[in-house]
């Protein structure tokens, strides 16, 4: 129970032991802070639900209807649909995460919990809307004809490789966000920019082949494409880009993790 | 290893922020040959040893510091140099109300707290019973805490703070709020704790509080000590020291 308090490294290993030993600190805040978006309800839990339904069909009738984007074999608004549901929820958890060390101040201000608890938590929250949002997902693709097959049981290795890649992503943006405030201007516009650099609306088959590889170090690009494969019986992604994208969610991670560390310190002068 | 009974050690502990937007200003700039970043010394080589069930009293004008000791004691803030060990379970209750959320009532904030603060699971439902017993709040624990006066609001916060199983509690001004009840409520379990073997650091400009509760005393200031030693010689230097100014 030796607490040795000096200047800070960034020392991931005992970062995330303590991160463990505070489990239950982080579920409590994923408890409260999902109690909190639905405290005084109009509607409720249901907008968990609505948004992404009401996104996805906008984009269908504009992109699918009207533009005609490609979507292979899957009818477009149940292709468009697993993209938004993922989409929203990377969205939600990132742009919490960027103002981590403002909203969590009144927590960081009175208990010595890490610091990366409260983005963990941002991260987790949202996951439990995409999950919900891709249970639908699946539903309203059967009800326009896909099929789901046994691959339907890899869809939890894409889940995780975007969990992967979201909390290192987030801690990078809650690092970064911290230390420098001015970087949240930012946010709004690199989201829509890595919305439009990932299979959301358009299938990543639109990307011309020597750009390819490119493309897929983006770890969205081979998750949202593996949770079409998966959750709707889309086309198999090419293994050789599934990797790219999966090795490119555990550098994000390891990177993210790692800035957020250095940054930590900068960004909790001003608790 | 010397000195093993000690709590707290405390080695030539220092903080400097960096001026200029909290962020050191723009280091963009800077590296392009602006000027550099200004820092402030908010403490420097801060020395002090606390051993079991013994307390410290922080005095000092405002601005001298002392908060920032605090801050950097509970892990909030990271400390620039030295180093401070810290032997046991860690408690704070750096402001009043010690972050009790608004929104929930003064049951589900000490669910909330039973968890941050890391109380094992069988020991929750008593910690629920001592929190409750302690600021008496009543029926009133039902309710939004947003609906509470402050001193309410204040009797929560020390009592979430102060009945989770902690070794070393770090209080700033906690007495402030809160009615000449409940603060000898306060003093008597100070006493018992200390009795108990736990240890405390007070920050507080009420002396005869200070006298009364501590052993050990330290006066900063603008960042540095003045004294460090036993409370009533610390107290006498704060009190010249601030008659000379």
């Excluded at chain 1, 987790?124 to 004809?145: E, H, W």
């Amino acid at each position: 129970m030796t607490r040795i308090i000096q200047i800070r490294k960034p020392h991931p290993k005992g970062q995330l032991k303590r991160l463990w030993q505070n489990r239950e600190a982080v579920q409590a805040l994923v408890g409260r802070q999902f109690k909190s978006r639905f405290e005084k309800p109009m509607v409720g839990l249901s907008w968990m639900l609505l948004q992404p339904i009401i996104l996805a069909g906008l984009f269908a009738i504009f992109f699918g209807a009207l533009v005609r984007v490609p979507s292979g074999n899957l009818p477009y608004p149940a292709f468009v649909f697993v993209g938004i549901a993922l989409w929203q929820g990377v969205q939600r958890a990132l742009s919490e995460s960027a103002n981590v060390f403002e909203s969590a101040a009144p927590m960081l201000r009175q208990t010595s919990l890490p610091r990366l608890a409260p983005v963990l938590a941002n991260v987790i929250g949202a996951s439990i809307d995409v999950m919900l949002a891709l249970i639908v997902a699946v539903f309203a693709g059967l009800l326009f004809g896909t099929t789901i097959g046994l691959s339907l049981f890899l869809a939890p290795v894409f889940l995780l490789l975007a969990l992967i890649a979201t909390i290192g992503l987030a801690a990078a943006l809650g690092g970064l966000c911290g230390a420098w405030r001015d970087l949240r201007q930012t946010i709004a516009l690199g989201l829509q920019i890595l919305m439009f650099a990932s299979p959301v609306i358009y299938p990543s088959s639109l990307i011309p082949e020597q750009y390819r590889v490119l493309y897929a170090l983006n770890p969205y690009a081979g998750v949202i494409e593996g949770l079409r494969f998966t959750l709707l019986g889309g086309p198999m992604p090419d293994p050789l880009y599934l990797l790219i994208s999966a090795s490119s969610a555990f550098a994000v991670f390891i990177i993210g993790i790692w800035l957020f560390l250095s940054l930590e310190g900068r960004a909790a002068d001003a608790l | 290893m010397p000195c093993n009974d000690a709590v707290i050690e405390v080695v030539e502990l220092g903080k400097t922020f960096l001026l200029g937007n909290l962020g050191g200003g723009r280091p963009l700039y800077q590296k392009l040959g602006g000027e550099p970043a200004k820092v402030r010394h908010a403490l420097a080589d801060i020395n002090f040893k606390l051993t079991k069930g013994e307390a410290l009293g922080v005095m000092g004008r405002n601005g001298s510091g002392k908060s920032t000791l605090l801050k950097v004691l509970a892990g909030i803030v990271d400390p620039t140099s030295g180093t401070a060990i810290l032997r046991g379970r860690i408690g704070a209750l750096l402001e009043i109300g010690s972050g009790a959320h608004p929104d929930l009532s003064g049951w589900e904030n000490m669910r909330m707290a039973a968890r941050l603060l890391g109380v094992p699971k069988l020991k929750r439902q008593a910690y629920y019973d001592k929190v409750a017993q302690f600021c008496e709040l009543g029926s009133k624990l039902a309710e939004p805490t947003r609906w509470y006066s402050s001193g309410q609001f204040a009797r929560l916060g020390f009592a979430m703070a102060a009945m989770a199983p902690t070794d070393i509690l770090l209080i700033d001004e906690a007495l402030a709020a809160g009615d000449m009840r409940f603060q000898l409520k306060c003093f008597d379990f100070f006493y018992r704790a200390k009795a108990e073997g736990r240890s405390f650091v007070f920050v507080s400009h009420a002396l005869p509080v200070l006298r009364d509760l501590c052993e050990k005393g330290l006066v900063l200031h603008e960042g540095k000590a003045l004294y460090t030693g036993s409370v009533e010689e610390a107290i006498n230097c704060y009190e010249s020291n601030t008659a000379g100014n």
